[in-house]
């Protein structure tokens, strides 16, 4: 047995990958939820940054998860994106050769971290209830395809683009639209009501009624 969960290294094509067990009960995984605070709420929007072509949040989000198999706190997740674009000077960042406030910059990761948290928490969901074949999320295939999570149903391939009917949600999905192409896949815009969902702490997710719903959504 390996240490730290460590199922498998593989070296191939001048690329490494590192599989582990991410065994975690949705349960254990709401106790986390519970214990996380949220400040992003009402923070001002500084036009550059939120106008700015930039790095994918998701992959200090999901590094960090994959790293502690914890869910990380919104400190640790803004902390971990500064380090990977190279940290501060005099209050402001560069990234992608852009010098953007890192207040400004901070707010916008802020108001992404809620969907980032109910995102993981609705693969965990789907997982549990062993109605689906596979339930897989590719960070890479969300940032460069828009493909959320996809799943395996009675041997089909389908892949769900999650989003809530909020001004906010809706907006993102009408730019994911004209991003990306979604003809060749068989994508389902599973759209959930704000009022549905279930406050955890400070979050607000998803529940096995709203795996229901995409089920019939499914089959239909």
Do not use: W
């Not at 593989?10 to 067990?21: A, F, L, P, Y």
């Amino acid at each position: 047995m390996f240490l730290k969960k460590i199922i498998d290294v593989k070296i191939s094509n001048k690329e490494i990958s590192v599989s582990r067990d991410a065994k975690i009960s949705i349960i254990d995984l709401e106790n986390q939820i519970k214990q996380l605070d949220y400040s992003g709420e009402n923070k001002p929007k500084d036009p550059n940054v939120e106008n700015a072509s930039i790095p994918p949040f998701i992959q200090s989000f999901y590094y960090l998860f994959f790293k502690d198999l914890r869910i990380p706190t919104e400190n640790e997740y803004c902390e971990t994106y500064l380090e990977f674009i190279g940290g501060d000077v005099n209050g402001n960042v560069l990234v992608s050769g852009l010098v953007l406030c890192k207040d400004g910059l901070l707010n916008r990761m802020k108001r992404t971290y809620p969907s980032l948290v109910r995102d993981l928490h609705f693969i965990y969901l789907l997982e549990e209830s062993e109605i689906f074949e596979e339930v897989e999320y590719s960070m890479r295939k969300d940032y460069f395809n828009g493909l959320d999570i996809r799943l395996i149903y009675n041997k089909i391939e389908f892949y769900v683009s999650l989003f809530i009917d909020t001004t906010r949600g809706v907006y993102f999905k009408k730019k994911k639209r004209t991003r990306h192409d979604f003809s060749t896949v068989n994508e389902i815009e599973f759209n959930v009501a704000f009022s549905s969902l279930k406050k955890v702490g400070n979050f607000y997710l998803l529940t096995p009624e709203h795996v229901k719903i995409l089920l019939e959504r499914v089959n239909n």
